[in-house]
């Protein structure tokens, strides 16, 4: 478990939890600050990590076309025990100059980035405060283009009226990766494996000519599309196949996200050990198959467990029961190994006494 993971309701342990990861954080957010006529915001790399600090995750969802613009709901979540903290809503206005002429995934990106920038300042706001590093809690996301905050600017005076300067096109890197990252997301809603290797292969390749910022939009984009896809298979809204799931957990490998393989892995371990008892059991893939359990086993306890009460209303002869027994006994599950200990035991007393 994280260390620094929220108390419940405790607020002392709650602060001293905070001002750990102010300390723990400030080197990042502050690096990743964006300056707006003097002013330094922290942008959506800076709240995902003082949420990962604090044991969260930040998502986005319900991403939809409403009046007036695009709006997505931005979720704080807690990893131990997938609590939600905190939510927000995020919005991309038909009425902002600098979002009219962008593309339809920018606009539902940006709403989607928006919102967890504001559902991650509900809950942690006051960790920038304690970072104590002249940061504005705003998030950078909710800055207009002139560099006036969207919701608490004032009109100002001036003497003279300056000619503004013409926005800067976008480098060859940002459109590079805003390609990247809407290549992804269509990888990932089609299940095209090998192209999401092959795309990560080769942004890694091109990163080092990256900023720290644009390659933590990257970071940011392609953990938040895996974690959604995480979320849709423990809800059972997609089922994917063993190899596609191998493949997630390369992709993941190459990001060095290590949850998230832990968690491909043990999913490519439980499909693999389904498919060779459907297929009839194959003794020789059977005991192959444990070289394919994740380090962490308790990460796949549960499913194993749900897999092994699947099959005791199954009618397996004598050696089969026995490597379900084997099954349960490479996770610790004492009451599944003893069920089909006893099964066994039954089938060969039957077996004795005809």
């Known amino acids: 478990m994280n260390e620094l993971a929220l108390q419940g309701n405790n607020p002392i342990a709650n602060i001293k939890v905070s001002t750990d ?37 930040l998502s986005a ?17 807690r990893i131990t025990d997938g609590l939600i903290l905190g939510e927000a809503e995020g919005f991309v206005g038909e009425d902002e100059k600098i979002w009219q002429a962008r593309p339809l995934y920018a606009r539902r990106a940006m709403a989607q980035t ?124 997609v089922i994917i196949d063993l190899q596609y799931k191998k493949q997630l957990a390369e992709v993941c490998k190459l990001f060095k996200y290590d949850d998230l393989e832990t968690y491909f892995i043990g999913q490519s371990f439980v499909n693999r050990i389904y498919d060779i008892v459907e297929r009839g059991f194959n003794y020789k893939e059977f005991y192959e198959a444990e070289k394919y359990i994740p380090e962490n086993r308790d990460s796949i306890k549960d499913d194993v467990s749900k897999l092994l009460d699947h099959y005791k209303e199954r009618n397996f002869n004598e050696d089969k029961l026995g490597l379900l027994e084997t099954l349960s006994g490479w996770f610790g599950l004492k009451d599944h190994s003893e069920f089909y200990r006893v099964k066994r035991m039954q089938i060969r007393m039957a077996t004795y006494h005809d």
């Open 21 to 57: 990861v102010a300390g723990a954080c400030k080197e990042i957010v502050t690096r990743s600050a964006v300056k707006i006529q003097n002013k330094k915001y922290v942008p959506v790399e800076g709240w995902m990590a003082i949420a990962t600090a604090h044991g969260c995750n």
């Open 114 to 237: 928006r919102a967890m920038s504001r559902a991650a300042r509900s809950v942690f706001a006051h960790v920038v405060v304690l970072m104590d590093a002249g940061l504005s809690t705003t998030p950078a996301e909710e800055m207009g283009h002139n560099g006036k905050d969207e919701e608490e600017s004032k009109p100002e005076t001036q003497a003279v009226t300056q000619p503004q300067p013409q926005a800067k096109p976008k480098s060859n890197a940002d459109q590079t990766i805003t390609k990247f990252n809407q290549s992804f997301t269509d990888a990932i809603v089609s299940m095209n494996g090998q192209r999401l290797i092959d795309m990560s292969t080769k942004i890694l390749d091109l990163s080092k000519g990256f900023t720290a910022q644009q390659w933590g939009t990257v970071l940011q984009h392609t953990k938040n599309e895996l974690l959604k896809l995480q979320n849709q298979i423990e809800s059972s809204l």
């Open 61 to 77: 969802t319900d991403v939809k076309q409403v009046d007036g613009g695009i709006s997505a709901r931005g979720i704080v979540r």
